[in-house]
């Protein structure tokens, strides 16, 4: 399932600031909250170079923060051997790959695949490779010949020990896939940065015994004091292993699933350990243990069924992050974004509406699977840096823009995604061209340090990049953009890793506050945009991306009836909070963004991305009450106070009063962002805000007459 994707250079991408957290309603005296310390794209720069300067390394495989210094582990020739091992199964499959900005041994006997171990010291911005796989493996069938011991070095943990040291874990994988007999994976352990060795792994152990088509070990995670490891074939998938003291390896390690059980990822989360199982007949699940009792422990299903999406679910997890009490996972094909609540229940953040046994599921980004972007093909990986989650893509839109005829319509988009959000709810993309450089497909690795967010990427083609954030003065920056010009479909385009500058500003102009929270509906065939107003604006800039079918564009795997979205175009200005577009074409899906402007010409960051239309439905009276109920039981007085303003507010709007209804829902709103509802969680407070502010925003576009009053019923 590693398909290779990664992050680039610094160009034009579509950027926008974040929402900030707490609720911010639109409304005179609300308090702002100070904003968030959300990374743009100027604020990122490569931290290493290319490949560490072979584009052998396919990407960074691994990453941590140890002791004051980032480890990077890579895969090597990732592209190459894969390639070849299908050529062996299926010789009609052309190796050397047929591709011009491939580098692949004619005979893949030859090819590198030496694993390496890479350190960054930042104090002096310094790299050294402190181990690199031994090449002493003699190809079964092939005497006299080697190759590496380890291809790729998949995860790395900080463990402590029982007896209190601490050792950095790293899991490798193995080429067994294309030379068959090979020696089982092993775990390098380390307890000075500079010295691994294997822990043992001797013939007649568990780790000794592995069997030949379990070719790697990866994610590590620690619970409740243990080391934990997913053990499986060279896709990703497999069994689970436990350790206590994982530093004597062989026996010390226990199988803690059913043999067969196909696990991908796993994540620590509100006291259990949580699996995210691959099967490609029901879709995947995610289950919990509390890792306690007789083996295999017992699995409490979560999640089952791929989610409940019909025809085609997602057959595996592909990544799980803890983000503010919240359990976030993202699948591979399609690449939905779910997340899990501390009670269980869980709300899908990004992938179509559908019906479960809990009732319907709307999004709550409102957007389908890749963040709209149907050649996003995992929700990766994901990240929380500094209060913000930062969600990395796998897009295989450079793959099939060599295919003629497809390379012009898609390739304002080539290279992996990042998206960033404070919330759940609004995501802004960081950038969706892989930083301006096509060939990094996808983004593989987080590290967050106290020098920054790292990220670290793949590439198929020219070797892995490392990318270094640290937030720069606070609304200073650059506005890149992906842009149409008034000629037609393009890219903006800028030199180096400067991103491009829109309408000719100058470096350092002073920015505005980004217009916050870009909400999207519709009336009378139309499309309304609405936002949080930004101080000193004297206008706000449209931007909408048109979108294809997929009939036209012809892009192969990809339903027929799927929509692509198109470059950026500046559609209109307005200087109301809201602006109604009257030109979207029919029946088609847009998404859009707003910038606010000033009197002297600076401009802020793009809000948040929306898309019309939504496929969530707008707040209502109705459903907030229907949240409430799933919240709390009747007899909870917090509910009864809480219904009782609501009631008070759709009165207000049925008598046509919405100045009252307004000061309801903004005295409602402080009084949960207070904490004065106990008996509401922390996460049921935090979505109950953002639906306030969501219906007081719907009373202001009813005040304004955009909307009528009965739409808020």
């Given at each position: ?56 390394n ?7 923060w ?5 480890y ?9 051997w ?7 199964v ?20 030859d ?36 190759t ?11 463990f402590?020990?029982p ?84 530093a ?15 696990v ?6 509100n006291?259990?350990?949580?699996l ?9 699940s ?17 999640v ?36 899990i ?47 913000v ?5 796998a ?13 012009e ?10 998206y960033?959000?404070?919330d ?16 990094q ?53 800028g ?47 449209i ?7 997929n009939?036209?564009l ?70 907030l009450?229907t ?12 509910k ?25 829902l ?13 008996t ?12 306030l502010?969501?219906?007081a ?14 739409d808020?019923?």
């Amino acid at each position: 399932m590693e398909i290779q994707s990664v992050l680039k250079g610094m160009l034009r991408v579509l950027v926008f600031g974040i929402a900030v957290l707490g609720i911010a309603l639109p409304l005179a005296g609300s308090t702002p909250t100070e904003p968030l310390r959300r990374l743009f794209p100027r604020e990122f720069s490569e931290a290493a170079p290319q490949g560490f300067g072979d584009r052998q390394n396919s990407a960074a495989w691994s990453m941590q923060w140890w002791n004051g210094k980032l480890y990077v582990g890579t895969v090597r020739a990732w592209y190459c051997w894969v390639q070849a091992w299908a050529h062996t199964v299926a010789p009609f499959i052309a190796y050397p790959p047929d591709d011009p900005d491939t580098d692949c041994a004619p005979d893949p006997r030859d090819l590198a695949l030496q694993a390496e171990i890479w350190r960054y010291t930042p104090e002096t911005e310094t790299w050294e490779r402190v181990y690199q796989s031994p090449n002493n493996v003699e190809m079964p069938g092939h005497p006299g010949r080697y190759t590496a011991r380890d291809a790729g070095y998949r995860d790395m943990v900080v463990f402590e020990e029982p007896d209190g040291t601490e050792a950095l874990y790293v899991c490798g994988a193995t080429v067994n896939a294309l030379w068959p007999l090979m020696p089982p994976p092993r775990i390098l352990r380390s307890t000075d940065g500079i010295t691994f060795e294997p822990i043992p792994h001797d013939p007649g152990t568990i780790l000794g015994d592995l069997g030949q088509d379990q070719a790697t070990f990866r994610d590590f995670e620690i619970y409740n004091g243990r080391l934990y490891v997913i053990n499986g074939r060279i896709r990703g998938h497999g069994a689970v292993l436990e350790a206590e003291d994982p530093a004597g390896g062989n026996d010390n390690f226990r199988w803690i699933t059913p043999q067969g059980m196909k696990v991908f990822e796993m994540a620590p989360f509100n006291g259990s350990l949580y699996l995210g199982i691959a099967d490609p007949w029901d879709g995947y699940s995610v289950v919990k243990t509390d890792a306690t009792g007789t083996l295999p422990y017992t699995l409490t299903p979560v999640v089952t069924n791929g989610g409940f999406l019909e025809p085609l679910p997602s057959d595996s997890v592909v990544s799980m992050h803890v983000f503010q009490d919240r359990l976030y996972v993202g699948m591979d094909k399609p690449a939905e974004l779910i997340r899990i609540n501390p009670d269980d229940t869980w709300d899908l953040v990004a992938g179509k509406p559908r019906e479960t046994p809990d009732g319907w599921k709307y999004p709550l980004s409102g957007m389908d699977a890749g963040f709209d972007w149907p050649l996003n093909v995992h929700m990766w990986k994901m990240q929380e840096h500094e209060g913000v989650l930062y969600v990395g893509t796998a897009d295989e839109s450079t793959r099939w823009g060599k295919i003629p005829g497809l390379d012009e319509l898609i390739s304002w988009q080539y290279g992996f995604d990042l998206y960033l959000s404070t919330d759940g709810h609004y995501f802004t993309p960081v950038t969706i061209t892989g930083f301006g450089d096509k060939f990094q497909m996808g983004l593989r690795t987080f590290a967050s340090t106290p020098h920054g967010l790292f990220l670290g990427t793949v590439s198929f083609w020219y070797g892995l990049r490392i990318w270094q954030g640290i937030p720069g003065e606070m609304f200073t920056t650059y506005l890149p953009l992906v842009v149409k010009s008034s000629g037609g479909p393009g890219v903006a385009q800028g030199s180096g890793t400067s991103p491009s500058v829109v309408s000719g500003l100058s470096p350092g102009t002073r920015f505005l506050k980004r217009p916050e929270r870009l909400e999207v509906g519709g009336k009378d065939g139309t499309v309304v945009l609405s936002w949080e107003p930004s101080p000193r604006a004297t206008r706000f800039r449209i931007f909408r991306s048109d979108s294809t079918s997929n009939r036209q564009l012809q892009i192969p795997d990809l339903d027929p009836d799927t929509w692509v979205p198109g470059p950026f175009a500046e559609i209109g200005t307005t200087d109301q909070f809201f602006f109604v577009d009257t030109t979207v074409p029919a029946s088609r899906p847009a998404h859009y963004y707003v910038l606010a402007e000033d009197a002297a010409g600076s401009v802020s960051q793009p809000s948040n991305l929306v898309r019309a239309p939504s496929l969530a439905p707008p707040v209502t009276f109705e459903s907030l009450e229907t949240s409430l109920a799933s919240w709390l039981p009747e007899s909870q007085s917090a509910k009864g106070e809480i219904v009782l303003v609501l009631e008070e507010v759709r009165h207000a709007a049925r008598a046509s009063d919405p100045d009252h209804a307004l000061d309801r829902l903004e005295r409602l709103c402080q009084s949960v962002k207070r904490g004065q509802h106990a008996t509401l969680e922390p996460w049921q407070a935090e979505d109950l805000e953002i639906l306030l502010a969501k219906l007081a925003r719907r009373v202001r576009l009813a005040q304004a007459g955009i909307i009528s009053l009965s739409d808020l019923n």
